[in-house]
């Protein structure tokens, strides 16, 4: 399945240039789900050459996985073209900062991002970065999802709960408990489900834990059936699934962890109109209620979202789950009529004007503060004494003095151009503010 997520990043763009009053560069991974420096690559366009890398402000897209300073600071993206391995012959290599590798004109560029309550946005805010944040998985999930207000989800069910249970690997390793605690508590039954012994090129039974506490205890593989199903799975919906279950218990991609980064897959049983319970770090049902959706503490214990350990947390959503299995047939039409209600709800609100308005405008609002910050102290002193320590050696003028294929690499007349592009920068913040 083909994923077009740049036209996402083109609306990003547009939204961009249409609050800073000019061009900027929008950086982002491709193929998208990378978490490869090397994939990290601006949007391909027409205008672009080294003078235009420079004084055009930066977008570095890192929105749509939890954000990975650590594994970035630890193998950064140098360049490789002569330019660069002339400035190390020389010692005036400008080293990248983490994911930021190409550096412009500017004091600070900007971060997009989709996590709160994160170290990892205090740390790039220290690297010369504005980190901006919106959910921008609320913006692709209302474009995956889109039909799903079309479907007819009418129950004919053989299974309580639905949990889609594909990969465990990286921050996912949680899952591998989960499962196991299914078959602990006599829920396999009751569950819709699978496991995959293999995620990858790894078999869980040689896992090293980041958290021991996740190891299983049981042969999982005895009690699912693998799945097929591929990394693009998330951006579907299978209408069966919806109809023969009653409840999603949603893995999100984030659970032992303290940051809120909620995906599409706790979006998608609410434009399937399904009753959830969340399998994500603490408060993450408050944040869904933040942007108008309700959960089901009218109906089930939903303490579970303000455990701050995981494992605790984890335990409180299993007991949960017993908790349903065992309603009697009085209790579930009891119950019935109010989850029905505020899945009903949440559908609506998912495929509501107010809420597709709540997210683009928390974007437009973030990024206009950050485009106001890098206006008000564009901060070039740097850049510029930078340039004047390397044009003093003779190799860097020789090199700025020939004729270059690639349009990305430094020559004299760009170079002349990014000077008076900061010499009339005042008048074109000027010009702009007046429009």
Same mark, same amino acid.
């Given at each position: %399945?083909?994923?077009? *997520?740049?036209? *996402?990043?083109?609306?990003?763009?547009?939204?961009? &240039?249409?609050?800073?009053?000019?061009?900027?560069?929008?950086?982002?991974?491709?193929?998208?789900?990378?978490?490869?420096?090397?994939?990290?690559?601006? %949007?391909? #366009?027409?205008?672009?050459?080294?003078? =235009?890398?420079?004084?055009?402000?930066?977008?570095?897209?890192?929105?749509?996985?939890?954000?990975? /300073?650590?594994?970035?600071?630890? +193998?950064?993206?140098?360049?490789?073209? #002569?330019?660069?391995?002339?400035?190390?012959?020389?010692?005036?290599?400008?080293?990248?900062?983490?994911?930021?590798?190409?550096?412009?004109?500017?004091? $600070?560029?900007?971060?997009?991002?989709?996590?709160?309550?994160?170290?990892?946005?205090?740390?790039?805010? +220290?690297?010369?970065?504005?980190?901006?944040?919106?959910?921008?998985?609320?913006?692709?999930?209302?474009?995956?999802?889109?039909?799903?207000?079309?479907?007819?989800?009418?129950?004919? !069910?053989?299974?309580?709960?639905?949990? /889609?249970?594909?990969?465990?690997?990286?921050?996912?390793?949680?899952?591998?408990?989960?499962?196991?605690?299914?078959?602990?508590?006599?829920?396999?039954?009751? &569950?819709? #489900?699978?496991?995959?012994?293999?995620?990858?090129?790894?078999? /869980?039974?040689?896992?090293?834990? +980041?958290?021991?506490?996740?190891?299983?205890?049981?042969?999982?593989?005895?009690?699912?059936?693998?799945?097929?199903?591929?990394?693009?799975?998330?951006?579907?919906?299978?209408?069966?699934?919806?109809?023969?279950?009653?409840?999603?218990?949603?893995?999100?991609?984030?659970?032992?962890?303290?940051?809120?980064?909620?995906?599409?897959?706790?979006?998608?049983?609410?434009?399937?109109?399904?009753?959830?319970?969340?399998?994500? !770090?603490?408060?993450?049902?408050?944040?869904?209620?933040?942007?108008?959706?309700?959960?089901?503490?009218?109906?089930?214990?939903?303490?579970?979202?303000?455990?701050?350990?995981?494992?605790?947390?984890?335990?409180?959503?299993? =007991?949960?789950?017993?908790?349903?299995?065992?309603?009697?047939?009085?209790?579930?039409?009891?119950?019935?009529?109010?989850?029905?209600?505020?899945?009903?709800?949440?559908?609506?609100?998912?495929?509501?004007?107010?809420?597709?308005?709540?997210?683009? %405008?928390?974007?437009? #609002?973030?990024?206009? +503060?950050?485009?106001?910050?890098?206006?008000?102290?564009?901060?070039? =002193?740097?850049?510029?004494?930078?340039?004047?320590?390397?044009?003093?050696?003779?190799?860097?003028?020789?090199? %700025?003095?020939?004729?270059?294929?690639?349009?990305?690499?430094?020559?004299?007349?760009?170079?002349?151009?990014?000077?008076?592009?900061?010499?009339?920068?005042?008048?074109?913040?000027?010009?702009?503010?007046? $429009?």
């Amino acid at each position: %399945m083909f994923i077009p *997520l740049d036209r *996402l990043y083109h609306f990003i763009e547009n939204i961009a &240039c249409e609050i800073y009053g000019h061009a900027v560069v929008i950086y982002r991974f491709w193929p998208h789900g990378s978490k490869n420096s090397q994939d990290l690559n601006p %949007m391909p #366009t027409f205008w672009l050459s080294w003078a =235009d890398c420079l004084i055009h402000p930066a977008v570095w897209c890192h929105d749509q996985e939890p954000l990975a /300073y650590e594994s970035f600071s630890k +193998n950064p993206r140098i360049s490789k073209d #002569t330019f660069t391995n002339l400035t190390k012959s020389l010692n005036l290599f400008d080293a990248p900062e983490n994911l930021h590798w190409a550096k412009n004109v500017f004091k $600070k560029n900007i971060l997009l991002h989709s996590e709160k309550r994160s170290q990892n946005v205090e740390k790039y805010s +220290n690297i010369k970065l504005l980190p901006v944040y919106y959910w921008s998985h609320a913006v692709i999930a209302s474009d995956w999802f889109r039909y799903a207000v079309h479907e007819n989800f009418k129950k004919n !069910t053989n299974k309580c709960f639905l949990i /889609y249970n594909r990969a465990w690997t990286g921050t996912r390793e949680y899952r591998l408990k989960f499962t196991d605690l299914l078959i602990k508590h006599a829920l396999v039954d009751y &569950c819709h #489900t699978w496991f995959n012994p293999v995620d990858g090129d790894h078999d /869980y039974k040689d896992h090293v834990f +980041n958290n021991q506490e996740w190891r299983p205890d049981h042969v999982l593989e005895q009690y699912f059936s693998p799945t097929d199903a591929t990394s693009c799975s998330s951006a579907d919906f299978c209408t069966k699934d919806y109809q023969s279950t009653e409840i999603e218990v949603v893995l999100e991609t984030l659970f032992d962890d303290e940051r809120l980064h909620l995906t599409e897959k706790s979006l998608r049983p609410m434009a399937c109109r399904q009753p959830f319970i969340l399998m994500a !770090t603490h408060g993450s049902l408050q944040y869904l209620r933040d942007y108008g959706f309700e959960t089901f503490d009218s109906v089930w214990d939903e303490s579970y979202d303000q455990i701050q350990d995981p494992v605790l947390r984890m335990q409180a959503v299993v =007991d949960v789950m017993r908790d349903i299995s065992g309603w009697s047939a009085e209790e579930w039409i009891s119950n019935k009529h109010r989850l029905n209600q505020i899945a009903e709800h949440n559908q609506k609100h998912f495929f509501s004007d107010a809420f597709s308005d709540q997210i683009i %405008m928390e974007l437009r #609002t973030n990024m206009k +503060n950050a485009f106001a910050q890098i206006q008000a102290d564009p901060g070039f =002193d740097p850049w510029i004494s930078r340039w004047q320590q390397r044009l003093q050696h003779d190799e860097i003028q020789k090199f %700025m003095d020939q004729p270059h294929e690639d349009p990305l690499l430094p020559n004299k007349r760009d170079y002349e151009r990014v000077l008076k592009f900061i010499a009339d920068y005042p008048k074109r913040v000027a010009t702009h503010d007046k $429009k």
